[in-house]
């Protein structure tokens, strides 16, 4: 079968391959795609918003699956405009992709169905924003309600950096419409990991768990960004913790969302830590995470086409992963999340081990060689029998090329290794 894939990152990237590498997969189409996917898939010049485009080719080339790796087309609805035109489409409607696009639509579901979060409240006033954060006290959290990039969260340790995150999201409209609500939650303390499941129609496969680094900086320090790194398995969060949370969270969540009206069909993602009290959702995002599915995907070693034709037409499936143990470093843009420097050279790729693992997130390539080209540039991976060899070769390999105009986090995996 052809197969296109929707997007441009890293993880679509990890998509793309893992499709390659599938026996039943004769094509892998990427749109749009970037340079760097050159090698492993055709890029098509069709952007991932333009449905009609995308909708076309896919009939016209016989396109038998179209699977979503970004948040944006799904909020604005690519599932359905497909479904409507009768297209094989994997990823949740518009209105089952609310669970990520609107904080205060997965809140209110949680609390509905009794899944365990934090306590919260949402606002579209700054004032009375600001009179709850007095009331409640640091630290606090104060999230824009809408898709924000994975920037849009504020962990406030004091009251002040909550007063002005509330200024800035609703009062400034730091991130637009996204930020004209947001919702203000209790701060938890624990281990964090990613918990990620194929859903369609009430089945769910799980997949091994990762765990991101979202802060720019080692040690977990500076500001939030999309993730800086990830690791696969997460060996202090036990198999009878996962059980749980697969029992009191994803299957839940997917019940709720089908007795909602808004049955969920693609990849849930829920964004987890693991308090005293038990494992609480942080977040659910309505797709594959980045750069979690660069570490979670090459683990699978059952054939990718087989599987997604499979949970499509709802056959049972045995599906497996490896043992060996994944750690994944990005390459990001010096300035990258706030100011990021495009342009830089890449070293060359080539001459990285050939036992690692690398992903074009954000690359052009300008004559004949790499440049960066976003905030994300590339993740190198390292797939080996433990953790610590994996970091190891990982960061022996990259401290052997120039990174200038880049940079990457030292430490990850740290919170399994030390
Ligand atoms: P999110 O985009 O919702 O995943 O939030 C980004 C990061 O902010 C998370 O990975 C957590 O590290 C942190 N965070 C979000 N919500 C909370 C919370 N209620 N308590 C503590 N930390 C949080
Ligand atoms: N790495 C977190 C996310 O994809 O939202």
Redesign the pocket.
């Known amino acids: 079968m052809k197969v296109l894939v929707i997007g441009s990152g890293g993880r679509e990237h990890a998509i793309v391959r893992q499709f390659k590498n599938s026996q039943s997969v004769t094509e892998v189409y990427v749109a749009p795609g970037n340079d760097g996917m050159k090698h492993d898939a055709t890029c098509l010049a069709i952007k991932a918003l333009e449905f009609e485009k995308l909708a076309s080719f896919v009939r016209e080339n016989g396109i038998s699956l179209t699977f979503v790796g970004p948040e944006q087309p799904l909020a604005a609805g690519i599932v359905d405009y497909f479904e409507a035109e009768g297209l094989r489409i994997f990823g949740p409607t518009k209105a089952a992709a609310q669970i990520e696009g609107s ?1 205060s639509f997965a809140k209110e579901l949680m609390k509905k169905y009794d899944i365990p979060t ?1 306590d919260y409240e949402t606002f579209t006033d700054v004032n009375d924003a600001k009179d709850y954060i007095r009331k409640m006290g640091a ?1 606090i ?1 104060v ?1 824009a309600d809408g898709l924000a990039a ?1 920037k ?2 504020i ?1 406030a340790m004091t009251l002040q950096e909550a007063l002005d995150a509330v200024e800035d999201m609703i009062g400034n409209q730091k991130f637009g419409d996204s930020s004209s609500r947001v919702v203000i ?5 624990g281990e ?1 990991f990613s918990y990620m499941s194929f859903v369609h129609n009430g089945q769910i496969y799980p997949m091994v768990i990762a765990q ?1 680094h ?1 802060r720019a900086f080692d040690g977990d320090r500076g500001p ?1 960004t999309g993730g800086m790194g990830a690791y696969s398995p997460v060996p202090h969060i036990s198999e009878d913790v996962i059980k749980q949370a697969y029992n009191t969270i994803v299957v839940p969540t997917v019940e709720a969302m089908t007795k909602e009206g808004t049955s969920f069909t693609g990849i849930l993602y829920a ?1 987890l ?1 693991l308090t005293s009290e038990g494992s609480k959702v ?2 659910f995002n309505a797709r594959f995470g980045d750069p979690e599915t660069q570490v979670v995907l090459p683990r699978m070693t059952s054939d990718f086409g087989d599987f997604m034709t499979s949970l499509m037409d709802e056959q049972p499936f045995e599906l497996e992963w490896s043992n060996k143990e994944i750690v994944g470093v990005v390459i990001a843009a010096n300035g990258y999340p706030e100011h990021v420097e495009k342009g830089a050279s890449l070293p060359d790729l080539t001459k990285l081990p050939a036992n690692l693992h690398f992903f074009h997130a954000g690359t052009k390539e300008v004559k004949g060689h790499f440049v960066g080209n976003g905030g994300r540039v590339i993740l190198v991976a390292a797939q080996a029998s433990s953790l610590k060899e994996a970091q190891q070769q990982v960061y022996d390999a990259l401290a052997d090329m120039k990174w200038d105009g880049f940079f990457y986090r030292y430490d990850i995996g740290w919170r399994a290794l030390t």
Do not use: A, R, T, Y
Request: proline residues 5%; hydrophobic residues 30%.
């Open positions: 904080k934090s630290p959290v999230k994975g849009g969260v962990v939650e209790e701060f938890l303390e964090e991101d979202k939030n964004g830590i942080i977040e």
